[in-house]
């Protein structure tokens, strides 16, 4: 290797040989009458690119040295990812419709007496919380545990994972700060504890004035009723393997018991848990009988929170 006499480039043997002749070195330039420098390979006496050798290395120096990524300028996602950690849930399942009819379902729901609840799973530990266990809210007020609320996954508990809608990866959902309540004040939305006055006064204040409210839902983590309408605030809430709501068209769904029969996978779903994001598009490409089975799991309407303010009116979202 021989080097430039303008010491940019580096050269082999032959190429500096072809070269040397007819190279003029970048400061050796000469500017034509205007200033402006030759325009082409040829006016500088270097040969055509197809007649060059492979062999010139690439220029070296500070100019080449890579640059740092710059800093993201983001806070890290406040998830946890635990994607290693979920090896059993399927991601994809074969195409089948496991489902009971409507009607038949509806039987097996009527069938079960309802539960009331001792205990919420809100998935703190005993030690984030010693009240989780003494609830505090209307024990006259119907509960439903559904089934997979208490189920773990390795160890952790459903209603701690979720899905980035990022990422599309399982994460671990941060826990509820245990003393204070998060709770929107402007529509029913509870907070995660099941011993907060205050969502307990709201809920008490609800349900008397809405006596028709009071048998529960399909699924649902905490303190749910059959009403048709649910705020933002209220929705977010349900983003979780353990009770997942989706939005579609404004229309709201717990897909929590389909999650596991989703012929896309659990995440497709459960990355829009929450109604981080009304689905309406992703049902496009949908079946008929897709669409038929989607039915079954609707639970109401997406209402406004507030007064009438809608989703820019709420104090959470
Ligand atoms: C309640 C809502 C939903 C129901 C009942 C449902 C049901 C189904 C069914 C039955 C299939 C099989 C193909 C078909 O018949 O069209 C399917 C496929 C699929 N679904 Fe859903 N789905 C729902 C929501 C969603 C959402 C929100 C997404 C978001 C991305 C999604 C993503 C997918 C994907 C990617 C497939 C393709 C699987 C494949 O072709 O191999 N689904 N879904």
Known sequence: MDRCECGLFQMDQEASETVSKSHIPQHLIQLDDLGNPPSSNQSLGLPKRSQRPRSYSTPTGPSSTPLPPPPNPYPPYPFVDIEDNLPQLPSRRKLSYPLSEPDERKKIEASKPPVMCESVDDGRTDSDSDSSSSSTVPQHLPFRHSSSINSTINGIPKSRVGCSSATGKYVMLPLPSSNLCDACPNCLDVC??????????KLHTFYNSHPSSLSPPP???KITSNKSTYTLCEIRRHNHLASCWIIIKSRVYDVTDFLESHPGGVKSLLKYGGGVKDCE???MFHSYKAREIMERYRIGKVG??????????????
């Open 192 to 201: 995660s504890s099941p011993s907060c006055p205050t969502c307990s006064k």
């Open 304 to 317: 406004e929170c507030g007064g009438g303010g809608g989703e820019e009116k709420c104090c959470v979202m």
């Open 281 to 283: 598009e992703d049902m």
């Open 219 to 221: 699924s649902s983590l």
